[in-house]
């Protein structure tokens, strides 16, 4: 009988699967940890509520599983801004036998947008009753039946919703793992009809201590039909108000990857290969002949990917190394659907405005990423990245085509003088070049190059402890034809910054901590030929948050100021004069108590007088509070 089972399990899954999970309605979580969390979060005029509940009980043959999660969105604006959205679930099961389940479930989503979308108004609601039937450990089968209810922007639909799930994970044979996951859903809510087909599985394959091979395929097909407000002609042809639009989304993967681990019992070798293939179908239920807009329009979308990628890694002790290297080729195609009756121009009109987003592209990439260890206070940690992309569209109509190449090399060196105090000091390159193949966009032609230097130091003591980090940067962009143009204008963008974040320890209980930054920036038009800048902006940013903390029965609490200030400069003819002051203080309170009794709190609140140039001063009180508590 079980062999039976895993047949039937198995053999449908091999055909359609994918990597990753989907997640199950109807199966049990492995974590049954009852949960409640609640968060708040006030920046200055937005409001941000979210509240989550999970509770799973056990009595005698009897679960109940109960998950309900609420959020809630206002926007203080001239037209305030409300968005509402409910998640609710219960589920029950009744154990007739320690294989036969028996139970029902409720489910309700409901969202609330009060601004002037096309959805700002949806709710659905389902009630099942399912059957699970749990042949051995790790495979089950539930089926299911119900009645569900939804609604979008006024129109009320009711019907059957039924289905079923299957998942199975067993050892095949002594070397051979299997795990499968089988979903088959329907929504037949007229005059609309939803489904949902997934099938997935997994297969790894073990021949011994240092290698290993994983197969895995994915197919999954998703449709959904939802109401838009039909236009003035199609709604007096068809007499509605609203039209429908369906989409299915079908996917296909495949995946084999092959691991080697102890090459001389010093490398490690990845190598992996997918193809990926989605199609996206577009149909519109109530069409006229010549459509005048644009929403009626459909459209069917092919897109296929090929990925190779390689990963290797050496350790020889006084140096770790890791090479990847990563080929992807892409192709995306746009097809117009037609209606037979549709007028010839408006049909090639549309077959032009789809054969446009037509595109393929390449992308190939190596990263090189190292570390000496060269004694237990010195290491050099050093990384090589270079990406190629070429971007191509065969369409008249598309002049996007372009390469473009993008490299980055870093270096650290961290020096550890004393188990006290230790030192690094980082460089870091970026490169990126962009060129468009055609001449009606290669005035956007840019050079982009980044250069930051930055050093640091950490000292951590009995009663001190500090990091200290100073950094400058140069961002360079600049345009290929800019001496043919004169509307281009390369620019560059220079930043000096410094960080320091302290703790100083006054007692046992109570501790001063500080943490701020000062940066100087500097924007302005840049010659490369020459290397010189003719700045345009000048800006001074000042961060300080000086806080006392007391540390009691497992939870922290803090008061403090916060201080933060912009200072914005002009310049007339080389000379730099004050544009703009903004400027930000006021006291800050925290507390934090992390799994105390189950209980995990973190507030921080913080008032905030703000003075601007020209403008009245304001009072904003800010805050957030993420509490969560398991029982």
């Given amino acids: 009988m079980k062999l039976l089972f895993k047949i039937l399990l198995f053999c449908p899954a091999v055909l359609f699967a994918q990597t990753k999970t989907d997640s199950l309605e109807y199966v ?31 009595f005698n043959a009897f679960d109940f599983a109960l998950t309900e999660n609420y959020s809630s969105t206002f926007i203080r604006s001239s037209e305030n801004n409300v968005k509402d959205e409910h998640f609710f679930s219960f589920k029950t099961d009744y154990s007739i036998s320690p294989d036969i389940k028996i139970g029902f479930g409720l489910n309700n989503n409901i969202l609330s947008d009060n601004r002037k979308i096309e959805i700002n108004n949806a709710s659905q609601s389902d009630f099942t009753l399912f059957g699970s039937l749990t ?27 039924y289905g079923f799930e299957s998942q199975s994970g067993y050892l095949s044979t002594q070397d051979l793992t299997v795990n499968s996951i089988l979903r088959f859903k329907n929504e037949d809510i007229n005059p609309r009809k939803n489904f949902l087909r997934y099938f997935n599985v997994d297969l790894k ?13 994915f197919y ?20 509605v ?24 019992d010093v490398m490690r070798f990845d190598l992996t290969g997918n193809l990926s293939w989605r199609e996206i179908d577009k149909d519109t239920r109530y069409r006229i002949s010549n459509p005048i807009n644009s929403s009626n329009y459909d459209y069917k979308i092919n897109e296929l990917k090929f990925e190779l990628q390689g990963n290797s890694s050496i350790n020889l002790g006084l140096f770790e190394g890791n090479l990847k290297v990563l080929f992807s080729e892409h192709d995306e195609k746009h097809i117009a659907k037609s209606n037979p009756s549709e007028n010839s121009i408006f049909k090639q009109a549309h077959d032009d405005a789809e054969s446009e987003k037509n595109n393929t592209s390449l992308r190939s990439s190596v990263s090189l990423s190292g570390l000496f260890n060269f004694s237990k206070s010195d290491k050099l940690i050093f990384s090589l990245f270079q990406n190629k992309l070429s971007y191509n569209t065969p369409s008249d109509n598309n002049n ?27 460089a870091e390159a970026d490169f990126n070049h962009i060129v468009y193949i055609f001449s009606e966009r290669s005035s956007n032609n840019n050079l982009n190059r980044v250069i930051k230097l930055s050093s640091g130091s950490y000292y951590t003591g009995k009663n001190f402890s500090s990091l200290n980090t100073f950094e400058v940067s140069a961002n360079y962009t600049v345009y290929d034809f800019e001496a043919l143009n004169a509307n281009l204008k390369s620019y560059s963008f220079r930043q000096y910054s410094y960080t320091d974040s302290s703790v100083v320890k006054l007692t046992d209980r109570l501790s001063f901590v500080l943490n701020g930054s000062f940066k100087l920036s500097e924007q302005g038009q840049f010659s490369w030929s020459a290397f010189s800048t003719h700045p345009t902006q000048y800006l001074a940013e000042t961060y300080l948050e000086p806080k006392l903390i007391s540390y009691l029965y497992g939870a922290s609490f803090a008061l403090g100021i916060r201080y933060f200030s912009l200072d914005t400069y002009k310049f007339n003819n080389s000379v730099k004069y004050i544009d703009s002051r903004y ?20 507030f921080k609140g913080y008032y905030e007088i703000i003075t601007t140039t020209n403008n009245p001063s304001r009072d904003i009180p800010n805050l957030n509070c993420d509490i969560t508590w398991n029982f």
Avoid: C, W
């Fill in 135 to 161: 042949p051995e450990t790790g495979t089950s089968i539930i089926p299911y039946f119900g009645y569900s209810n939804n609604r979008q922007i006024g129109e009320n639909d009711y019907g059957y919703v």
């Fill in 400 to 426: 996007d085509d372009r390469d473009e190449l993008y490299s980055i090399i870093r270096a650290r060196y961290n020096k550890t003088l004393s188990p006290l105090f230790s030192l690094f000091v980082n």
């Fill in 241 to 264: 108000t609203n039209n429908i639009q369906s989409r299915i989304e079908t996917n296909y993967y495949l995946q084999d990857r092959f691991l080697y681990n102890g090459l001389f």
């Fill in 28 to 58: 049990a979580p492995v974590n049954k940890e009852s949960e409640f969390t609640t968060k708040f979060d006030k920046q200055i005029s937005t409001y941000v509520l979210t509240n989550n509940i999970k509770l799973f009980k056990s």
């Fill in 583 to 602: 400027k930000s203080v006021g006291p800050l309170a925290e507390i934090i108590m992390s799994r105390v009794h189950n209980l995990s709190l973190n």
């Fill in 220 to 239: 999954t097909a998703n449709r959904k039909d939802f109401y838009y407000t039909a236009d003035t002609v199609t709604a007096k042809t068809f007499n």
């Fill in 205 to 217: 394959n073990v021949f011994n201590e240092k290698a290993a091979n994983s197969f895995s395929v």
